[in-house]
């Protein structure tokens, strides 16, 4: 139905910058679609980073996580099916496997949770060294 595939993590000295892209496919997936970017430290529970879906017709909007409000940036390239995560002043506690997740909700606060999603791709690691 949808596949998911990271790409673009990697390690990086804290202050960097890594820029993450994961690209959709498959008949049903849509430009409506919500997508979002979760990750999982070692020993911690996978927790929300970022989303961005589609309300009106018009716009898209996106919503992150305090943690990385600032730093972040989620952005959509429709014609290429690829939602990207563009992560600025890395820090170590951003060490994480992250993973990108495909839905059909138009809610901004469904999209900050694991149910609000239907499709995850398999994960790409970030390191952040201090």
């Known amino acids: 139905q949808v596949q998911l595939v990271e790409s673009g993590g990697g390690s990086v000295q804290a202050g960097g910058s890594l820029r993450l892209s994961c690209a959709a496919s498959g008949r049903t997936f849509s430009s409506r679609y919500a997508l979002g970017w979760f990750r999982q430290a070692p020993g911690k529970e996978r927790e929300f980073v970022a989303s961005h879906w589609w309300s009106s017709g018009r716009t898209y909007y996106a919503d992150y996580a305090d943690s990385v409000k600032g730093r972040f940036t989620i952005s959509r390239d429709n014609a290429k099916n690829t939602v990207y995560l563009q992560m600025n002043s890395l820090k170590p506690e951003d060490t994480a496997v992250y993973a990108c997740?495909?839905?059909?909700?138009?809610?901004?606060?469904?999209?900050?949770?694991?149910?609000?999603?239907?499709?995850w791709g398999q994960g790409t690691q970030v390191t952040v060294s201090s």
């Open positions: 997740a495909a839905g059909q909700t138009s809610d901004r606060d469904y999209a900050r949770l694991e149910r609000g999603y239907d499709y």
